[in-house]
């Protein structure tokens, strides 16, 4: 279990010494690592930074005593990278990958339920109001 977390920590160090904040600005990979430098790292980075965070938790987490740490090989995420599909770095199916399909914003969204429900509701009452007007000036609907 120990090794478990190997894959990602050289995944994080590799794009720690790709980062602009090591090769351009000339700090540490541990500084950058820091805040405020953080922050400025690329957002690949930053979810690196925090599964690998959560890989070493999970090291010491009872719940994953019986079936261990199951951290994401590298491979796993360069084939994300090449083939476009997004990526989640724990927790089963990706969070990005898949969904309702792209589109072009040109189509009309569906209606949320609650609209439909209320546009019924709509209806309704003015039916009813209809058939009490006229119920009230004595002609049938």
């Given at each position: 279990?120990?090794?478990?977390?190997?894959?990602?920590?050289?995944?994080?160090?590799?794009?720690?010494?790709?980062?602009?904040?090591?090769?351009?600005?000339?700090?540490?990979?541990?500084?950058?690592?820091?805040?405020?430098?953080?922050?400025?790292?690329?957002?690949?980075?930053?979810?690196l930074k925090r599964g690998f965070g959560e890989c070493r938790r999970g090291m010491?987490?009872?719940?994953?005593?019986?079936?261990?740490?199951?951290?994401?090989?590298?491979?796993?995420?360069?084939?994300?990278?090449?083939?476009?599909?997004?990526?989640?770095?724990?927790?089963?199916?990706?969070?990005?990958?898949?969904?309702?399909?792209?589109?072009?914003?040109?189509?009309?969204?569906?209606?949320?339920?609650?609209?439909?429900?209320?546009?019924?509701?709509?209806?309704?009452?003015?039916?009813?109001?209809?058939?009490?007007?006229?119920?009230?000036?004595?002609?049938?609907p």
């Open positions: 279990m120990p090794s478990s977390c190997k894959e990602i920590r050289a995944a994080l160090a590799q794009c720690l010494q790709e980062s602009e904040c090591v090769m351009v600005q000339r700090h540490s990979a541990a500084d950058c690592l820091r805040p405020p430098l953080v922050d400025e790292l690329p957002t690949k980075c930053q979810q010491v987490d009872m719940r994953k005593r019986f079936r261990g740490n199951q951290p994401v090989t590298f491979r796993q995420l360069q084939d994300a990278d090449n083939t476009g599909d997004g990526y989640q770095l724990y927790a089963g199916k990706s969070a990005f990958a898949g969904g309702r399909g792209v589109t072009d914003g040109s189509g009309m969204a569906p209606p949320d339920w609650r609209e439909v429900e209320a546009e019924k509701e709509r209806a309704a009452t003015a039916a009813a109001a209809a058939a009490a007007a006229a119920a009230s000036k004595g002609t049938k």
